[in-house]
């Protein structure tokens, strides 16, 4: 081989084994980790919340907050296996982890439009979304179930939970108002009805201050609406707020001559009356029960008609025409019409206990053997309505017995006053029937006969008197005028001829003429000098007295 053949040998040299290129990728893929592990290791909890349907929710887009800060989205949406909802998978942040104890609420804010509130309009653009309402303390929860609507009072609000029950026909919704002398002070938060009792419950919450209010003592009544009542006293016109005549609504307050009382605790239980007149008798708890045999008719009298004693309210019909009091059946032409009556010893200013109680019956048994009696009278015109009254009638026939029929005592009664005038009028209408009427009827025929000749009689001297007047006129008066017309003017025709008057009168002047000049001298000088009739002139000399010289 020769030098120019020589092969070349190539300087091989060796190369990195992994390119720079690769080394954004791989910041990327450390960077993306990190970010994973941190998302990984910082975010909160699953929690499932189960509600009744998954209208407006929608999977990574609803989110829910929390004083309308969002802390959690939703992230899964699955139908219970029972078909009676759907369960929501959502993950918190774990900033608001310790929020998820048994004592968070969840519920959907939707567009909400009732009778008693308007809610939710902000998410007729942004959409529904899941809120929630926590404490931060208490047991920690993560399966939960969602309200049907918004809580009327958020947790931790300051003031007083209470129960209210009712057995009558108005009904509460959550959100009706409580007011407090024309203040709103609480709402209705929600209501249960209990079938085997037959009564509504409610939750209801007084906000503070006001939750002060409420003692042992303290009576809630219903003022929904406007109460049109007839009754025995005349017509009662009630109504609340503007806002009770929109919806229901509640009140409160304490009775007359009750103590306030002890403030009550955390969920005490209260009834609602239908209207203030029942909360304020619901304080007397003891009562004497009577029983009263109507022989009338019983119309316009009713259950709670009062009854009164001389003018005051001392009790109240309880029950008409009761089974329990009086067997027999209404058919019968003497069965009496029982009416039972209790009255309370708290209103006849006696103790409201058992020595009180004691104390009215032994009275009303003293009064029962000599003249007590009941009656039912007429309140008011305009409606009807009868009252009990009770009334001492000593013109009854009384046997110092009381009757008892199946252990009530019975007051015995008298007719009412309008059965009183139905006998009046008969007694007249009797008389009026004896009176000799068709007597009466000829003798007042007669009587009209002789008035209408009297009247012709009149009418005739009437007519005598006016020819009688004509005749004065067209003669004698006539006559007399004429004469002093004749005699009037001679006397100006003597005068105007210069007769005797006229001298006389003449001569008279001119005697008063003379007499005026010979007095105008000494008219003269007294106005000159007043005094001269009584001093002499003064121009002469006064002579003075003088004493005689020794």
Not at 228 to 239: C, D, I, Q, R
């Amino acid at each position: 081989m020769t030098d120019d053949t020589k092969s070349i040998e190539a300087n091989v040299k060796p190369t990195s084994s992994v390119s720079r290129i690769w080394l954004i990728p791989i910041l990327v893929v450390l960077v993306g980790g990190w970010m994973v592990y941190y998302q990984w290791k910082n975010q909160g909890p699953l929690i499932t919340i189960e509600l009744q349907s998954a209208t407006g929710i929608e999977v990574n887009k609803t989110p829910i907050k929390i004083r309308d800060l969002d802390i959690g989205q939703v992230k899964k949406i699955t139908l219970k296996p029972d078909l009676t909802g759907v369960l929501v998978t959502a993950r918190i942040d774990a900033s608001a982890e310790h929020l998820l104890n048994e004592h968070a609420e969840f519920w959907v804010v939707a567009p909400r439009i009732s009778f008693s509130e308007v809610s939710g309009l902000n998410t007729l653009l942004s959409g529904s979304y899941i809120a929630m309402s926590a404490q931060d303390e208490g047991k920690e929860q993560l399966q939960f179930t969602a309200l049907e609507r918004p809580p009327v009072t958020p947790q931790g609000t300051p003031g007083l939970h209470v129960m209210l029950k009712s057995d009558d026909e108005f009904a509460y919704k959550p959100g009706d108002p409580i007011i407090y002398k024309g203040f709103k002070v609480g709402e209705f938060e929600d209501a249960t009805f209990d079938i085997d009792e037959r009564i509504v419950y409610y939750d209801a919450f007084i906000e503070a201050p006001y939750h002060k209010l409420i003692t042992y003592n303290t009576r809630f009544w219903d003022v929904s609406g406007v109460k049109l009542l007839l009754e025995s006293s005349g017509v009662t016109v009630e109504t609340g707020s503007l806002e009770t005549l929109l919806a229901n609504g509640i009140t409160f307050g304490i009775p007359e001559d009750v103590p306030k009382g002890e403030l009550v605790t955390e969920n005490a239980e209260f009834t609602i009356y239908k209207d203030s007149a029942a909360a304020s008798d619901a304080r007397f708890k003891v009562a004497a029960e009577y029983l009263l045999l109507i022989d009338e008719s019983v119309r316009g009298l009713t259950v709670g008609a009062p009854v009164e004693y001389r003018g005051i309210e001392i009790g109240y019909v309880t029950a008409i025409n009761s089974f329990a009091a009086v067997e027999g059946n209404v058919l019968e032409r003497d069965y009496p019409i029982p009416v039972l009556i209790n009255i309370y010893p708290g209103k006849a200013r006696q103790p409201d206990t058992q020595e009180g109680l004691n104390a009215i019956q032994q009275t009303i048994r003293n009064w029962l053997a000599r003249d007590l009696r009941a009656s039912l009278r007429m309140g008011n015109v305009l409606t009807g309505g009868l009252f009990v009254d009770l009334q001492h009638f000593p013109d009854e026939d009384s046997q110092g017995m009381i009757q008892v029929i199946n252990g009530y005592e019975v007051i015995p009664t008298v007719s009412n006053e309008f059965t009183q005038l139905t006998q009046k009028a008969d007694a007249i209408l009797d008389k009026i029937n004896q009176l000799p009427l068709k007597e009466m009827v000829e003798n007042v025929q007669l009587a009209v006969e002789d008035m209408k000749l009297a009247a012709e009689s009149v009418e005739t001297a009437s007519s005598d008197f006016d020819l009688l007047i004509e005749e004065i006129d067209a003669k004698a008066l006539n006559s007399n005028l004429n004469q002093v017309l004749v005699s009037l003017d001679g006397l100006l025709k003597n005068y105007s001829e210069g007769g005797f008057n006229q001298s006389e009168i003449k001569e008279t002047v001119d005697t008063l003429q003379e007499t005026m000049r010979s007095i105008q001298p000494l008219l003269l000088k007294l106005n000159q000098t007043p005094n001269s009739l009584i001093f002499s002139p003064g121009d002469e000399i006064d002579i003075q007295p003088k004493a005689k010289k020794d």
